[in-house]
């Protein structure tokens, strides 16, 4: 294998990074150039991204690859999904996109199935119904007369949209628009019934293009602002768990994912959608995948709640993860548990007083030392998750023998180790950087250095360190699985 360097541009909800990956020898090696927070920014009592920071942290990223005279090969975005930005028809971003965290679409989707029932959004679609999803989005924008919507020529998804802004090139990802609950993933086409329902035409989104083609080349105007030549701009999973998801180093097909970050994605990989009565009960999703896959999955709050938390009490601040997995070990067990899924969790103004009402609610004692509110938290989500497992385990085609752990969450031993005993399967941990791998495999894959989703992931075995566990304590977490049930609640 010759070497080569791919720039990978990683966009998570909290921050982003620029990442150099180097192939050599059968091996990838990971490089970060910049790392960034992305923050949201409130105003008039709504929340938008600003996506000019973001491309100006591109831009430098890409300033210091040529600074560095690294021989970049191509270039590939990932973000997180379900947002989109507005384009007027000079080509011009009409007003700062949405964050998905904005309240303006609670209670959107019952509003909507007034007008497409409830069971055809999901048989269309398989998407889990979330009123954040874009379907929802834009039909609140269209019902609050909003006039950047009124005056979008085009509507591009995040991460399409920075690929419109280095190369002047646009199209609609596929793995990034299955996010979008309009998309039909039998077609692979967004859906013309559902767009017009929520108040957008088709042809206000590009053309559906798939990972592995080249989008276009950086612009003239960006070569002389990096110093860097035409390099390609190469469509990826541009969903950053599509990418996350194809970075699993599995030996084979029997492994269920949880990508583990702000928020925490469970399911499997498969050749087809799942779309059938209990995947709609059970509120399950299906999204785009690399190589026509479909990763049929639930989304679970993730570490959101533990970050929110440190962010409130005086003291948790001051500790690292390892720090707070020593002192949470030494609380009591399942003392405290909550449904991290339930509403009052989704964005509040405290997260620790919704905590606290839940407990009230469920007649449990409030967490009162900081061991406490952190192994509460642990165990609550590794409880969740076998819960979801549960579910997923009865609608997989294969019998799941393995869990793998992938983004930043899995450097957490003691959330691996709980999740670990709560499902009662082997469990392996990393890749940590499994998204920006993704993202960089796949514009190997776009270039010709590995051709299948097999060889990728035989290169990212040979190339990364994984932490194995195996299942501890199973009565006592049977007992506690017990005592989660019984105060699950979705009404708090």
């Not at 600003?50 to 270039?75: M, R, T, V």
């Not at 969740?384 to 385990?393: E, W």
């Amino acid at each position: 294998m010759k070497d080569a360097y791919f720039f990978a541009v990683d966009l998570g909800a909290t921050s982003g990074r620029t990442i150099i990956g180097h192939l050599f020898n059968n091996q990838l090696e990971l490089k970060q150039l910049t790392r960034f927070p992305n923050k949201i920014i409130e105003i008039k009592g709504h929340f938008y991204w600003d996506i000019y920071a973001l491309y100006n942290e591109i831009i430098n990223g890409l300033k210091i690859a040529a600074e560095q005279n690294i021989p970049i090969q191509s270039i590939g975005i990932d973000t997180w999904g379900v947002d989109f930005v507005f384009f007027g028809k000079d080509g011009d971003i009409l007003r700062a996109p949405y964050s998905y965290r904005d309240n303006h679409t609670v209670g959107a989707p019952e509003e909507f199935f007034k007008i497409t029932p409830r069971e055809k959004v999901y048989g269309v679609t398989g998407i889990q119904i979330m009123n954040f999803n874009s379907l929802y989005q834009l039909y609140t924008l269209r019902k609050n007369h909003c006039s950047a919507l009124n005056a979008a020529d085009k509507i591009l998804f995040m991460p399409d949209a920075l690929g419109y802004l280095l190369t002047g090139k646009m199209v609609t990802e596929y793995t990034i628009a299955s996010t979008s609950q309009m998309l039909d993933p039998r077609t692979k086409q967004l859906n013309k019934e559902l767009m017009e329902a929520a108040g957008v035409k088709p042809e206000q989104f590009a053309p559906i293009t798939f990972p592995g083609e080249q989008l276009g080349t950086i612009s003239e105007e960006i070569q002389a602002m990096t110093g860097l030549g035409p390099v390609p701009v190469i469509v990826i999973a541009g969903h950053d768990t599509g990418s996350a998801v194809a970075s699993v180093p599995a030996e084979n097909e029997r492994f269920a994912y949880l990508s583990s970050g702000t928020w925490s994605l469970m399911g499997i990989e498969t050749k087809n959608a799942i779309i059938n009565n209990e995947s709609f009960e059970k509120n399950f999703t299906n999204e785009g995948g690399i190589e026509g896959t479909t990763r049929f999955l639930k989304n679970i709050c993730g570490l959101w709640i533990i970050e929110r938390c440190k962010k409130e009490l005086k003291t948790l601040p001051a500790y690292s993860y390892d720090e707070l997995n020593k002192i949470a070990i030494k609380a009591p067990a399942f003392r405290t548990l909550f449904n991290p899924d339930s509403p009052c969790f989704a964005n509040p103004s405290s997260m620790t007083e919704s905590i606290k009402n839940y407990c009230k609610v469920t007649n449990q004692p409030i967490p009162e030392t900081d061991g406490e509110w952190v192994r509460c938290i642990f165990e609550s989500l590794a409880l969740r998750y076998r819960q979801v497992f549960a579910d997923l385990q009865k609608m997989a085609p294969f019998t799941i023998e393995v869990l793998h752990i992938i983004g930043g969450g899995s450097k957490n031993e003691l959330l691996d180790q709980f999740t670990c005993n709560s499902l009662g399967i082997p469990v392996v941990a990393g890749p940590t950087e499994g998204t920006a791998i993704g993202n960089i495999m796949m514009q190997a894959k776009a270039s010709g250095l590995v051709n299948t989703i097999e060889e990728m992931r035989k290169l990212i075995r040979a190339s990364i360190e994984t932490v194995e566990y195996f299942p501890k304590d199973n009565d006592i977490w049977e007992e506690g699985y017990k005592k989660y049930l019984s105060v699950y609640r979705t009404d708090i």
